[in-house]
């Protein structure tokens, strides 16, 4: 038995991961510094960073969803604050090349 092969794990999401990458997008529209690394390996690294500080919020119907989308005021600014940190660690220690 394989659980890949048998059981749709697609429908397995993680909601956190929608919502740091929503605000790190809106973060970085809001910088307008040259010297932030906006590589896809820094914005990934942002990614990651932001998403091991951020409490996960799996769902895996319809119903999680709705829930999700009625994420709480708390949870938005815990997601706020670990892109912001993010940004910044990454923009201190850039990947090296």
Do not use: H, W
Request: glycine letters at 2%.
């Amino acid at each position: 038995m394989s659980l890949i092969d048998d059981f749709r794990l697609e429908d397995l999401v993680n909601e956190s991961e929608r919502l740091v990458l929503e605000e790190l997008e809106a973060q970085l529209q809001g910088l307008s510094n040259s010297s932030l690394c906006s590589s896809t390996e820094c914005v990934l690294d942002m990614a990651a960073y932001a998403l091991n500080a951020v409490r996960p919020m799996y769902r895996v119907n319809l119903m999680g969803r709705i829930y999700a989308d009625a994420v709480s005021d708390e949870k938005r600014a815990e997601v706020k604050e670990a892109v912001s940190r993010a940004i910044e660690k990454v923009r201190r220690n850039p990947p090296q090349e």
